[in-house]
């Protein structure tokens, strides 16, 4: 029996699209409270997919397979990653996500970046120095206020994650409000954040 497909844009689970108690692969019977085909721990895509092999060589599966599982800490863990034709037998009895002509990536990093010039970022002057005077040491003194601190600590990373950035090395202000933020902020996404203080 093949595996149901979900298409791009339907992330709820195949369950519920059948009801609280259906067998996703209907043959448990239908309301079965005894269900053994639970798929909310495991998540399977279909796409093309850049990846890194166990040596750290990079890889590219035009049509490849992403099998993602919930550890004991809740969070999801590539299970299995690489070309559809092989890795599918394995997954068959699962349902899968697929994403034609998009590709899935692994996060990127920002090796450089400052948090408080989030909202300064792109300001006219006539150099670096007139920037910096003008726009952004005014607008960092700010970050001394932990309410604003917090506001702009959830957009820089609401940003940072909408263009796929999952690790920064980010520079904060010299006021601990803005350290405090930013750090809290990222601890409660589980982002990694390894931060400077400007002084």
């Not at 029996?1 to 992330?11: D, E, L, Q």
């Not at 005894?34 to 895509?45: G, L, N, P």
């Not at 809290?184 to 390894?194: D, I, L, S, T, V």
Request: hydrophobic share 40%.
């Amino acid at each position: 029996m093949a595996a149901p497909v979900r298409r791009m844009g339907t992330h709820r689970p195949l369950r519920w699209q059948l009801g609280q108690n259906d067998c996703p692969l209907r043959v448990c019977g239908s309301g079965s409270a005894t269900c053994a085909h639970d798929f909310s721990t495991m998540q399977i895509y279909r796409s093309s997919l850049l990846r890194f092999t166990p040596e750290g060589s990079a890889a590219f599966d035009p049509d490849g397979l992403l099998a993602l599982q919930l550890d004991g800490q809740n969070r999801w863990r590539v299970k299995a990653a690489g070309a559809w034709q092989s890795l599918a037998p394995q997954f068959a009895h699962l349902p899968f996500t697929h994403w034609p002509d998009r590709i899935i990536a692994p996060g990127f990093i920002d090796m450089h970046i400052h948090f408080p010039q989030t909202d300064v970022i792109g300001s006219p002057a006539e150099g670096l120095l007139p920037w910096l005077e003008n726009y952004t040491f005014p607008h960092e003194s700010r970050f001394a206020d932990p309410v604003y601190a917090a506001e702009v600590a959830t957009v820089f990373l609401d940003e940072l994650q909408r263009h796929g950035v999952t690790t920064a090395l980010t520079f904060a202000t010299s006021h601990p409000a803005s350290v405090d933020a930013l750090m809290a902020e990222a601890h409660k996404r589980g982002q990694f954040c390894p931060l400077c203080e400007c002084t």
